[in-house]
């Protein structure tokens, strides 16, 4: 979604749209692995023009899917955010490295009159995104022994384990009563 400047009236321009998880993939960084999709983007913004910086206020709200970084399962990250940026125009010579610093991220150039608003949304949904996703604060994850999810039944490898050390320990053999 591109806002061309000219198209802004007065008042300012409100903008509903969606993009889905094909946009999101071709946005990603090809080199990069990634373990995450999405599937709907609804965003919601407006554009004001104040002299020549344009001010855009917005929200968008996704699900991410994900892996659980405890236990792997697939899980859905409900992703909200709000935002707002100023874009003022790029004037020659400056590069946007140059200006753009990292603790800065919310203010932008456009150039030739265009702003592109699917940059701002990428970007938003990227900060959103938890580095190590759970599925719940409480997942239990995976058996270190047996590989079993934890979340869905115990296996008793643990237990086994506490046994097989404390018989080390007191120096007999386990007895076999299964
Ligand atoms: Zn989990
Ligand atoms: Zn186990």
Not at 4 to 21: A, Q, T, V, W, Y
Not at 103 to 112: K, R, S
Not at 145 to 173: P, Q, T, W
């Amino acid at each position: 979604m591109k806002i061309i400047l000219n198209n802004i009236p007065e008042e300012g321009l409100s903008l509903h749209f969606h993009r889905d998880g094909d946009w999101f993939r071709n946005l990603l960084p090809k080199r990069e692995k990634h373990d995450f999709s999405l599937r709907n983007v609804d965003v919601s913004c407006t554009a004001k023009r104040i002299r020549e910086n344009v001010l855009i206020d917005g929200n968008l709200e996704t699900i991410v899917a994900s892996n659980c970084c405890r236990c792997l399962e697939i899980t859905q990250l409900p992703v909200k955010s709000t935002f707002r940026y100023t874009f003022a125009p790029a004037k020659d010579g400056d590069t946007e490295e140059e200006e753009l610093a990292p603790e800065d991220l919310e203010y932008g150039y456009y150039h030739d009159d265009v702003i592109d608003l699917d940059t701002i949304i990428f970007e938003q949904i990227m900060l959103q995104i938890p580095m190590k996703a759970l599925c719940t604060d409480t997942c239990k994850g995976l058996c270190p022994y047996c590989g079993n999810n934890l979340n869905m039944a115990s296996c008793g490898c643990h237990a086994d384990r506490i046994n097989e050390k404390l018989a080390v320990l007191k120096n007999f053999k386990v007895s076999d009563n299964k």
